[in-house]
């Protein structure tokens, strides 16, 4: 676009909220010479793109702040959803942006907004694969399920390792191609095999542990170690039918459907933070082990589209609930 006649020049100003436009950003103003075109970003030019996600206490504000803070770095927002939680007063923010600008540009421009608005705050780089852990007993479907998805490309996780308290899951391991950690797991061993654990994800860089039927309670400290950051599927609907069997149990009542739930792990048993569920109907004519059959295909659904929607930055903690962003 040129410049028309008479137009000496034209000053670019990045809009910024106030508490923004400091020195250093009004050093920013460039000017065109008039005999010049005004340059604009290419598509090429976008060389990365990033994942913003963000909680604070609901005031007026943050949307304007976070946009101005965001444009400040060089961002050009593609997606952007809020929510504003009445029964917490929290308010919360998933933004994916792209930019030229370094990941320090990025975190310099923000920071002063997280700060000036009490946020806990993360920046991620859009596609990054997430380090995650699988932790199995002897049922292969969860499991199976996962290591499908995430060698097909569709789960943005890596898994470098897998746990389990049997062997029974080492060749499913191998066929995949990811070692196999076995941790046997007794009432007088579980301390230390805890510790051997946390060893394991220290020495992997682990992010997020999936359960995918790990038939085994976490100890509470455990637990308050990996809070947010490690998911369970319950082979249930949440909350009905929690311990053992919950699929005989839901037989035993009569139920017209069952499914399963996926949540984060906490010291309370089966009652964290619900990411997903899924049910299916059934009916008087089925058999509780046929409810098991059918619940399986479910379970695994729901746990990998728990662990997807995770590794994409899109599930926030509101207390004992969660915000999933679509």
Not at 85 to 100: K, L, Y
Not at 282 to 295: I, K, N
Request: a neutral charge.
């Amino acid at each position: 676009m040129t410049l028309g006649p008479g137009v000496r020049s034209v000053v670019c100003v990045r809009a910024a909220p106030w508490w923004l436009a400091t020195q250093r950003q009004l050093r920013r103003i460039q000017t065109i010479p008039a005999a010049g075109r005004l340059s604009f970003v290419t598509d090429d030019q976008l060389t990365a793109s990033y994942i913003l996600t963000l909680s604070c206490p609901d005031r007026p504000g943050i949307v304007h702040a976070v946009a101005g803070a965001l444009l400040v770095a060089g961002c050009n927002i593609t997606d952007s959803q809020q929510y504003g939680s009445q029964g917490t007063g929290t308010f919360f923010m998933r933004v994916e942006a792209t930019t030229t600008a370094p990941p320090a540009e990025l975190h310099a421009a923000i920071e002063p907004v997280a700060q000036a608005f009490g946020m806990q705050w993360s920046l991620n780089p859009a596609g990054r694969k997430v380090r995650t852990l699988l932790m199995a007993s002897t049922s292969a479907h969860c499991l199976n399920d996962l290591l499908f998805l995430q060698r097909s490309g569709t789960l943005p996780i890596e898994i470098p390792a897998i746990v389990s308290n049997h062997r029974d899951l080492e060749s499913l391991a191998e066929f995949y191609g990811i070692p196999f950690h076995h941790i046997p797991v007794t009432k007088d061993t579980k301390t230390e095999a805890e510790d051997a654990l946390r060893k394991l994800m220290a020495e992997h860089d682990i992010e997020l542990t999936v359960l995918a039927r790990y038939m085994q309670i976490l100890s509470d400290e455990l637990c308050t170690e990996l809070t947010g950051k490690a998911i369970n599927i319950h082979h249930s609907f949440l909350p009905s039918f929690k311990g053992a069997k919950p699929y005989h149990q839901a037989h035993a009542r009569g139920v017209k459907l069952i499914g399963a739930t996926a949540h984060y792990v906490t010291a309370a048993l089966d009652e964290g933070p619900i990411i997903e569920q899924e049910v299916i109907r059934v009916d008087h004519r089925r058999t509780a082990e046929q409810f098991v059959q059918m619940g399986r295909d479910v379970e695994g659904r729901t746990l990998a589209q728990a662990v997807q929607w995770h590794a994409e930055h899109r599930v926030l903690l509101d207390g004992n609930r969660t915000v999933v962003f679509s």
